[in-house]
């Protein structure tokens, strides 16, 4: 039976608009509980450019009223002429022939006008949506390069975008997702360059969305990416525009949501989540400098520990003698096996870092001095911990915020618990195994199509920005995988 109802107030709201304004009146007043619910506004009036009665619906809390006054209604009071979109000094003037397409418009901050012995409403653009201004990026900081960061209003955002890639081609188009709470989800590309099939996917991703509501670009990833209970990210997210602008140059699709200050940017490949803006920024040499820095981060944080235990408990024969002997002094009155250690080490820094994360602000440094000195050298002095497992686990922890991208970042942290796992039942072995494994599972996954280690594996033409980048100069092609319109940034 409710369901019932659910359709029939559906199909409700798709009825035409109706030729009386009365009837229309009744209609948005039922639609949106008109006297029950506070913010939503009605104003009646007499145009003076056709003598006809009509009248205004909008939500006051997220319009501005300023703009409604001096655009909509003063215009419509004084002004003659014979067209409305001459009359009214709005920026946009969209008409409406149904009841679903006005309350759609209501709800995203416009003013829906009905006019008497008239069947089409008009639908005025006035939402004024409380967001921040434009900041620096909490989550990603550059030292060289833009600082500013994507905010909660989409067209702030926009504009962020636009303020850096000046060109005609670039196409910015909306799909509504959502079936009660209909929230616009902006596609934005570079026309004369994206790949029409990845296109088509991502816009068919989003069609096939049959949910009530989704609210930000954080939860539409999770609706969007093709094997949820994958551990390896196939969507990049970032708050920073310069970021994003980079890829819409070389052909990339980026999501855009109005309550969200982050984008989704895709397809993508590993080497997505590995590189930084700045090392773009940066001077050839000390752009790859800081990447091998990075890769080598990469490494530590992954595999040190695991191999540490692999060659402690199975092939101690590996380490030096004196370096031996020095590990079995510090660990000769410790109670506990060497992979309870690193797993109490792990865990200790893992959960030092997560309340680092959600305590206020000017308590995270103590914290931190409190959870990484003061608990460890105490462990240390009361035999619960040998000296060289807290330098293992802080080698382990700092490389990881090396890993800038939050999604790689919390994977490659639980990837180093089953490393740690496996290096305890086999050593080098079982390590060696969980290793390929992992690397086979991540060559198997694409992302809207791509292989997720191209264009290294399988190989394609491409500006061979992998492991190390070129000299600008000398970056002739865009990326290969994404069969571009146009593949080449420059002439050789």
Not at 142 to 157: H, R, V, Y
Request: aromatic letters at 10%.
């Amino acid at each position: 039976m409710r369901k019932m109802k659910g359709s029939q107030k559906q199909n409700k709201n798709k009825e035409t608009i109706h030729y009386s304004l009365s009837a229309n009146i009744e209609e948005m007043k039922q639609s949106f509980s008109y006297g029950l619910n506070k913010d939503f506004a009605m104003r009646t009036l007499k145009a003076k450019y056709n003598e006809k009665k009509a009248c205004l619906f909008y939500y006051s809390s997220i319009v501005n009223g300023d703009t409604i006054t001096t655009h909509i209604i003063k215009p419509l009071l004084e002004q003659t002429g014979e067209k409305l979109s001459n009359i009214v000094t709005i920026e946009n003037v969209e008409e409406v022939t149904d009841f679903e397409t006005a309350i759609q418009n209501i709800n995203s901050g416009k003013v829906i006008l009905f006019i008497e012995q008239d069947s089409t409403a008009y639908s005025m653009d006035a939402a004024d949506f409380q967001h921040r201004t434009v900041t620096k990026s909490e989550n990603e900081r550059f030292i060289k390069g833009p600082q500013d960061a994507f905010t909660e209003s989409l067209n702030t955002n926009i504009s962020l975008i636009r303020k850096q890639l000046h060109n005609h081609q670039l196409v910015n188009e909306s799909i509504q997702v959502g079936k009660r709470s209909k929230n616009e989800v902006n596609i934005i590309y570079v026309k004369d360059l994206v790949n029409n099939d990845i296109l088509s996917n991502i816009k068919k991703r989003l069609d096939d969305i049959d949910v009530d509501s989704i609210r930000n670009i954080e939860l539409l990833e999770q609706y969007l990416e093709e094997r949820p209970y994958s551990l390896i990210p196939t969507i990049l997210y970032t708050e920073k525009p310069d970021k994003a602008t980079a890829f819409l140059e070389d052909g990339y699709v980026i999501l855009l949501m109005n309550t969200s200050s982050a984008c989704l940017i895709m397809p993508v490949t590993f080497w997505s989540f590995f590189h930084s803006p700045e090392d773009r920024y940066l001077r050839f040499l000390y752009g790859n400098f800081s990447r091998a820095i990075r890769l080598l981060c990469f490494y530590l944080t992954s595999m040190i520990s695991a191999t540490f235990v692999a060659i402690a408990n199975f092939h101690s024969e590996m380490i030096p003698p004196d370096l031996l002997l020095a590990i079995t002094a510090s660990r000769e009155r410790i109670p506990f096996p060497l992979i309870f250690e690193i797993l109490i080490m792990e865990i200790a820094f893992e959960l030092i870092r997560e309340a680092g994360i959600r305590i206020p602000n000017p308590l995270g440094p103590t914290i931190g001095i409190v959870g990484a000195l003061i608990l460890g050298q105490a462990a240390v002095e009361a035999n619960i911990i040998s000296p060289i497992i807290v330098i293992i686990a802080a080698l382990s922890g700092l490389s990881s915020f090396a890993i800038a991208d939050l999604s790689m970042n919390f994977a490659v942290r639980i990837l180093r618990f089953i490393f740690i796992l496996a290096a305890a039942s086999y050593g080098m072995l079982a390590l060696t195994g969980a290793f390929l494994i992992i690397f086979m599972y991540a060559a198997s996954i694409k992302s809207f199509g791509v292989p997720f280690f191209s264009p290294m594996s399988p190989e394609f033409v491409s500006t061979k920005d992998t492991i190390f980048r070129k000299i600008l100069k000398k970056e002739i092609y865009r990326p290969g995988y994404l069969d571009l319109k146009d593949n080449r940034k420059r002439s050789e």
